[in-house]
Structures are given as C-alpha cells and as structure tokens.
C-alpha cells in the first residue's frame, strides 16, 4: 500500500553522514535490485535516527525504478493489528496470501515482536515464503536482532543473515547539514552561526535537533526579529561557553519560577505543534487501518483509498463510519439472502459498499421470491422436434396448448418410454410459452423439484420457495413418477395444481406411463393429472426415423444416401435416442477406416460382421490365441480395449 | 462545538478554568496573557466586580498561527468562582473542549473545592456530557503559601483526584505550573482529536 509512504520520506530529503552512509547505501542497493542483493535488510538504530525515513526512501525508490512492483510499508503493530483482523475474520489465509504477493515488504518497530510468540511464527513463515519466491524484505528495528528480547532463535539467524547495519547519532558536519536542509525546507532564514550553534548541541536524535530548529523558528515568527547566536543560546538553553552543550541544561533555565525563561509561550508553542500534527496525520493511520481491514474481509475500499490521495479530507471518521455502516449493510443484506438463495449471496455487489442500492435491489427481488424459477433448456427447441404418426397426437396437444395456455387442455401429461422425446417436447413448449409476454415458465424434472423442496425446508425458507413457484405463469414437471412416496412434495405440488387450475395456467407434465398405472401417486394427483389430456408418444415411425436420420446424417456431414438411409430407417429401434447410437456407430467404424459412409458398411457394422481392427493394432487383449485354436469364440475375445483413461483398473486388497 | 474544521482547516479549541471563588484561575489566564506575544493574543475580556472578582467571565483568544497547515487558535475561559453564579457557569461550560480544575491548597479551603468539584460534575451533566469522557486537569494553585496552610500535592491529590487525571502544583501569580497546565490540558485534548472523538 504505497499510500502510507510518506511522501517527504526519500532518498533525496536524507541527509547522508557516516553514522548513517552504510545503511542508506545498502538501501539504495535493494531498492534497485529488490531480492537479489541483501535480503533481508535489517536496519537499527536510537528512536528518531531515521529508520523510518530509509524505510519508506526504499520504497519510493523501488516503486520509481519498477512502477509494477507491489510495495507494503507498515509498522509491526499494524501488522499484528492486521493479522487479528483477518482471523476475527476468518481471513487467515487470505491475509497472508496477500502479504506473500508483496514484492518489496518494508516492516518498522520490529522490536515489538517481544512476547509475541504467535506473530513470530507468522513473520517467520512470511520471511521464509518472501525468500523463497525472491521477494524483498526489509525490517527496521531499535535494537540489532539478537538483543531482541525473547525472539525465536530461528527468526534471528533469518534476520542476520542478510545484512544487519546501524545507523548513529550524526556528526556536527551532519547536523548542520541537516539543520540547513530543514530550515531552507520551511523557507526559514537564520543568520550567519545560530545554524551551527544549534548543531554543536550534542542532541541524541535528529527529532530533538528538529524540536530546537521548530523552537528557533517559533520563536524568530513571535519576535519579529532576527535570532542571532546568543539569543539562540538563550531560547534553547545553552552556556555561553561553546563547546559540546547537552540538551538537558535547557530543561532547569525554562522551569525556574523565579526567572521564567522568556520562551515560555514558544516552547508551549512547539509542544502544542508537535501534538497537533500528531492529530491531523492520525486521520491517515486510522483510514488505512480501516482498508486493511475491510480489504482483509474481501470488501471493495475504493472509496477509503480515495481518501487516502487527498491532502486532508474533510470529515474523515464520518467517511468511514458511513462506509462502515454500509458494509454492516451488505453483509446483513448477504446473510438475509444467503438463507433465501445461497446462489444468489455470491453476487459481488454484496462486497462493493458503493453498490448498497443495488444489493438492496437484489435482496429485494429475491425477498419477493424473484429468482426465477428453473426455466426450459434452449436445446430443445420445437423446431428441432422430429414430428411423425407416432408423435402427432402429442404434438398436436402441444401446439393447442401453446396456442392457448391454460385455455384448452390443462394438464397436457405426455406419457412414453424412455429415449421418445417427452422431455424435448416438454422443453419446447415451454421456450415457446416463454416467447409470450411477461411469462415466467417453471421447466424442471421432478427430481430437482424434491431437491429444492428439501433445501428449502432445511433453510427455513418454504415460503419464499413457494411464493417462486406461484409467481410462474406455467409449471412444466418432467418425469412425475418420482414423486411416488414423497408425500410433501405431493402435497406441495398438490397446492400448486390447484392455484394454476383456478388461474387458468398452463400445467405440463410427462410420465413413463398413463397417470394411473404409476404407483405411489396419490389419488388426488392422480385425479388430476387425468382430468387434463394425456397423450402418449410412440416408438418411432419410419417417417419420423427417415426425418431424424435425415437431420442426424445432416449434423455428422455425411452424404444422405438414399440406400443407407432406407437400410438405417428398417433397422428395429426403439427410439430416436436409439437410432442415433446406430449412426454414431456407423459413422465411426467409417471413420477407422477412413472410407465413406455407405448403407453396405452400416450393414458389416449393425449385423454382426468384424468390425475393423483399429489401426493402433498394438493393443490387444493380451491373450494369445494358439494356433491350436485354444480360444475359438469371438465373443471370448476382447478385441477393442478401450482407451488406457477409460480402463478402469481394481487393486488387489 | 467543532473542534477540527477540515473544510476551513481551523482548530479551536475551548479551554474552561474551573474551581472555587478565589482559586486563581483569572490569574492563571493573566500569566499567559502576559507571556503571549501581542500579535498572537486577542484582548482579554474581564467582567470584574468592584471588589475585583469575576462577575461573569474571562475570556482569552490566542493564535497559535498555522499549525501542520491548520490554523489553530486556543480560547481561554474562566468561570466565576461564587456559588450563586451557576447559571453563568453552566453557560461558559457549554462547548468545552477541556476543563482545567484549579483548585485552592489551602487545607480550610478543601469543602469549597470538593463542592466545586461536584458543582462541575452536575453542570457537564447537564450539558450532557460524563465527566469521565471530558479532557481534565487538576492544578493545586497557591503552593507557595506557608506549609502549615496548605495541603500537599499527594494529599489534594487523595481528596480531589479520584480519576487520577494528570495533576500540577503551581504558584499562578508567579507563573509556577501555569504553562505545564495549559501544555497538558492541550494535549489531552489534541489526543482526544486524534482518537477522533466528537466533543460537546
């Protein structure tokens, strides 16, 4: 997240000394060779040294060099703080994919690592997956890594075995330096040697060095007059005497009662600014906290991040108390609809706090029960529906009770064997019922209809299942003989029954036999169902099987020959499903033979006669037939073995 | 009361001097006025009775000038310390970002500063607010009385500062405390900005 770099915080704004040279060259180096040169980069040093500053300078500097470098900064704390998250969240795994995805991985105030044994089992397996993948880790810490309190000994040697490099207290010629950059930074003017006098000031860390610069500058903007060196002396404290002054004498001069020192007010004055930039850069940490978060738990934070770009947003807490309650929200919109229609809580706008109106859309339309029920397959369109003597009957029916719905035959129950097209007919009437306007068709096999009635008494979500149901404007069940013994879905269907007959909606259903030769169906389904028209398909005629093949040979592009479909359309099959395993077979021995299609090879193939070898003639059985004739039969034979995959092979136990 | 305008990037923040009749709070705000800069301060208003007592309030505006791009300024209030000025209390109270006690060392004065103590709790009360959640400071003025007078910090600390919020000894009229008061107060509610917290 480059967001959280400080943009001031580069290679160019830091001061380069000897106490510090080696760990801004080393940074440098693995800014432009992340991975590779020292991996991982540790970095130590007193508080206010310029750990931080490196830190980020690294940062900035890889993101300069290579744009699509995923680049992470943050503080141990934010880390662990990040890491409850996502476990509160249930998003371990997520979290620390996330983290293994980071190229360049900057980590500050490792040192708090102390006592927290389970995040340094966590940053040792990062550190160990970041390696491995060639992925930049660099850590900062108070302290070097051995003197880390209670840090596991393995997380020692990782740290120590890149680079390890300290950072001191800079030398005057250090100080003065960084005195001039501060001071030509806020557009300051000093006369000649206050800079220097500040400098020679042994401070421990540069952030106290930059305190006595915001005093010198409080106290020069209060005045009105230019500081000269001993006033400087004065305002921070420092004997007369030149030489090496310690901070600590400023202390007694400020507090003394008796001679209040004149800067009482620019002292207060630097500390209350000290407190207040504290406060305005804390809206910063606390949205970045908040994306971390709700990012962790898969949530689209585009709208905390654009807050993160501006300078210094208006009502921030108010952003993000608003695109929390958003996101309380969705995930209660989620949960609502995840008990009405699993399928449907996966939608992704229940994750875009953006998107709240269209969740609430969506939840509303599932609410009403809007989800549409199953509806007919595409593929089964009526066109495509081989029409014959033997079909007529049914197809008639169909074509009335397209005309008019619910109006003339309702129920229409096609009845017939398997493999006869009840189920496509079933299909195309209702693609063609669904043609008409505002029409809902229910299409489904009655297998499917006891699942769903099931899931919905498990979910506790029956009324919403039937309010599905009752909202269709035609209920198409394929194969009702499975509701035998399932008295609930009985009864259900039952109620449904009734409500469609009253309001003239058109009912379909199909069965493998007339309604009341199925058993296991009550009588007053059965009642029904016979009220309607049951009309029964037949097996296949020849003009039907003439027109199927016809279309068969069509789609495989084989050359309708006059002969091979006479001999095709006399073959006794038993329905149209059938007939078409007959071409298959046909059209594939030509294949293996690569000749053509012809009704004298449709014959060597149906009626018995060997089928070609096929070319891969390595595999066989196994079996060696003798000479002798130790295996006569064919039918003894294997002579095609299926492919190795198709095989299925049984251990021995 | 905004505490933080983003819009207009102003901080102001309402420091209220609370505490018994005579305590030393308009001393407290006359220490600072006087170590405020001209340019910096606006003019403190006294309403002063004859005998020189606050009648109704004192009032201090001082410009910090632009703080981390923020124009900050801090008001100083003073209540009136007399019991039958309430209704003047409750009104400056209004708004507080921060509340400094200054209560009296004196040992024969300790019943006029739990009274107070008390009398500040029931005013933010009505206002609304817990104490609890409102940025205090004790300060044990006149601590440069004679010892046998006056209580000790430890010992105003047992009787008065039951929520141990950060307390300072100090000699007002000579300066003593007077800036590390206003300094902790400051930050107590510059914190409480941080944590984000909306005040009265």
Known sequence: MTSTLNPRFTFDTLVVGAANRLAVTAGRTVAENPGSAYNPLFIYSGSGLGKTHVLMAIGHASKAIATQLNIEYLTLDEYVEAFHAAIAAGQGDAFRRRFQNVDVLLVDDVQFLTNRKEMQAELLRLTEALQQAGHQIVLACDRPPAEIPDLDERLISRFSGGLVVDMGIPDYETRVAILRRKAEERSQNFQPGVLETVAKVEYPNVRELMGALNRLIAFQAVNDTPLNEDAVRKVLGIPTRAGAASPGAAAPAAASPAAPAPDEFSQFLTDVSVTVGKAVEAWRARVTEAVMRWDGEGYRTGRLEKLLAQETPASVDEAIASYVQDVERLKALEVEVGMLDPQAAGDKVFRDPDRVAAAEAVAAKVREGAAPPPAPSAVFTLDSYFAGPSNEMALNGARDVIGKPGKKYNPLVIVGRSGLGKTHLLNAIGLELAKKKNAIVACLSTQQFVDELIAAIDGNRIDWWRARYRRATAFLLDDIQLLAGKERTQEELFNLFNQFLDADRQLVFTAPAHPNTLEGLEERIVSRLEGGLVVEIQGPDKELKRTALERQLKSQRVPTEAALVDYLVDRPVESVRNLGALVQRVVEAAAAQDGPVTAGLAREVLEGAPAPRRPTGARTSGIVVSSAGGVRSREKMVWDWPAAADRVIEDLR | ?200
């Open chain 2, 1 to 200: 009361m905004s505490l933080v305008n983003f819009t207009a990037r102003e901080i102001t923040c309402k420091i209220v001097y609370y505490g018994p009749g005579r305590s030393g709070k308009t001393t407290n705000l006359h220490y600072v006025y006087e170590r405020v800069p001209e340019t910096r301060r606006g003019r403190m208003v006294s309403l002063a009775t004859q005998t020189d007592r606050t009648l109704f309030f004192d009032f201090l505006p001082i410009d910090l000038g632009q703080i981390s791009g923020f124009s900050t300024r801090f008001q100083l209030y003073t209540v009136p310390g007399q019991v039958y000025y309430n209704a003047t209390r409750r009104l400056v109270l209004q708004g507080a970002d921060g509340v400094v006690f200054v209560g009296d060392s004196q040992a024969r004065q300790l019943d006029e500063n739990i009274e107070s103590l008390q009398n500040l709790q029931g005013n933010l009360l009505e206002h609304g607010v817990d104490v609890r959640a409102m940025p205090l400071v004790m300060q044990y003025n006149k601590q440069d009385l004679p010892p046998e007078l006056i209580l000790t910090p430890p010992e105003l600390d047992d009787a008065l500062n039951f929520r141990s919020v950060p307390s300072f000894p100090a000699d007002a009229l000579h300066g003593k405390g007077v800036f590390e008061t206003l300094k902790a107060i400051s930050e107590l509610v510059l914190k409480k900005l941080a944590a984000g917290s909306p005040t009265v």
